[in-house]
């Protein structure tokens, strides 16, 4: 007998599952998403910081970003894997963006969030990752050189 300790590999599979389910108990599905994208969108774009940015660059095609955005969110926080893009080099063309942005971006997100579920545990779920994304963006933006014309 070989004494040795086996290991159960989780599967990709089993990660998914594992997500979604956790999603779910969470109360985060579809409809969730949508809303928190619908509501949190509406507040940057009245957001006389975030706002021109966004409206300088999204101009009309508001309705199709807002469903890449829940597509996004919906891989992110589901791991339904209906996102597929790559959101760096777009958000790298952007001029005049410095951390400050980044700073309102999270606490708007954070304040739809907060209107949107009661459970602190939901919140903290999209905020890890919010914060995760940010923090890749602002490294690959202002702490590697690449900076978007700032």
């Known amino acids: 007998m070989c004494g040795c300790m086996t290991m159960r590999v989780r599967s990709a599979d089993d990660r998914r599952r594992e997500i979604q389910e956790n999603a779910t108990r969470l109360g985060i599905d579809e409809a969730f998403i949508s809303d928190l994208v ?10 006389p910081l975030l706002g021109p940015v966004f409206e300088q660059e999204i101009r009309d095609q508001w309705p199709s970003h807002l469903a890449k955005l829940k597509d ?5 926080s589901m791991n339904t894997g209906r996102y597929s893009g790559k959101p760096f080099p777009a958000h790298m063309k952007l001029t005049g ?11 708007l997100f954070r304040l739809t ?19 995760r994304i940010a923090r890749s963006f602002q490294l690959g933006m ?9």
């Open 142 to 150: 202002f702490e590697l050189g690449n900076g978007p014309g700032i």
């Open 38 to 47: 619908e509501r949190f969108y509406a507040r940057v774009r009245a957001h």
């Open 113 to 131: 969030l907060e209107d949107l579920s009661d459970n602190p545990e939901t919140v903290d779920y999209f905020m890890e990752r919010a914060n």
């Open 97 to 107: 963006i410095t951390p400050a942005h980044f700073n309102i971006w999270l606490a």
């Open 72 to 76: 996004f969110w919906s891989s992110v």
